[in-house]
């Protein structure tokens, strides 16, 4: 693996421990809570981060093999359907190893290569990163009352 693709991936897998810190505490019973005034419960921003990180993979880094529905962002709302917490936990351990297979076969060079997306416009694959480790903390600080 080139160098810079070995430490995005280091920065993207630290970012992302935010998220996957608390997940070690997660109960069934938490997955409904919500932070008021927020309308989101916390098994929605699990989905809603797992989503997200799938479309990045597909849509930022090209892995046109990935399927993915991504319910969260298509319903742009909590239907109160995230509930089953065995599945939340299954689909973000499938969602971190997809985006990091995606990091994994980027090169030194295409870090550089501009991307666009109807979400935030052009950027670089390495802005783009940047934007979705973001992302994660901040859904995963938005759901510190678990």
Not at 33 to 59: T, Y
Not at 70 to 93: M, N, P, R, S
Request: hydrophobic share 40%; proline share 2%; glycine share 6%.
């Amino acid at each position: 693996m080139d160098t810079r693709t070995t430490s995005l991936l280091a920065l993207w897998a630290e970012g992302r421990t935010r998220f996957t810190n608390l997940l070690v505490n997660l109960t069934e019973a938490d997955l409904p809570k919500k932070l008021a005034p927020g309308p989101n419960s916390i098994g929605f921003l699990v989905r809603h981060i797992g989503d997200v990180e799938m479309l990045f993979s597909k849509n930022v880094f090209g892995r046109k093999e990935v399927q993915v529905h991504a319910k969260t962002v298509i319903a742009q709302h909590d239907t109160g359907e995230w509930t089953d917490l065995a599945t939340l936990k299954a689909y973000v351990q499938e969602s971190a190893a997809t985006l990091q297979r995606a990091i994994e076969a980027t090169s030194d060079a295409d870090w550089d290569t501009v991307i666009e997306t109807k979400e935030f416009g052009k950027k670089t694959k390495a802005e783009a990163l940047g934007r979705i480790t973001t992302h994660t903390a901040y859904h995963a600080g938005r759901s510190r009352c678990w």
